[in-house]
Nanobody, 121 residues
Framework: QVQLVESGGDSVQAGGSLELACAASGRIFGRCMMGWWRQAPGKEREWVSSIRNDGTTYYPDSVKGRFTISQDNAKNTLYLQMKSLKSEDTGVYYC???????????????WGQGTQVTVSS
């Protein structure tokens, strides 16, 4: 069985940095993508970043240039390096794993419980 556990969330001042980690246990058969999402109080869940098995990364404009996603397959761990943090980055950050559904299909099936990131100003 697959389990994803996030860590590294903290309270920091605007302009600071944090690194989140996501430890995966169990084999994620057919994994095609890993990603980070976040959710602020009263708002919808928002996509933060994704990384393909070949290392290709994706970011929305809101975090591009400030966040870096990476993975260490030997350690079964996903990371999110966050710098130049802003108040609007505050939220619960979730790690997720996507699984191939055949052909080009790739859908997120596994989610962690989240870790709180609070950016104060």
């Amino acid at each position: 069985q697959v389990q994803l556990v996030e860590s590294g969330g903290d309270s920091v001042q605007a302009g600071g940095s944090l690194e989140l980690a996501c430890a995966a246990s169990g084999r994620i058969f057919g994994r095609c993508m890993m990603g980070w999402w976040r959710q602020a109080p009263g708002k919808e869940r928002e996509w933060v970043s994704s990384i393909r098995n070949d290392g290709t990364t994706y970011y929305p404009d809101s975090v591009k240039g400030r966040f870096t996603i990476s993975q260490d397959n030997a350690k079964n761990t996903l990371y999110l390096q966050m710098k130049s943090l802003k108040s609007e980055d505050t939220g619960v950050y979730y790690c997720a794993a996507a699984v191939s559904s055949g052909g080009a299909g790739c859908r997120y099936n596994y989610w962690g419980q989240g870790t709180q990131v609070t950016v104060s100003s």
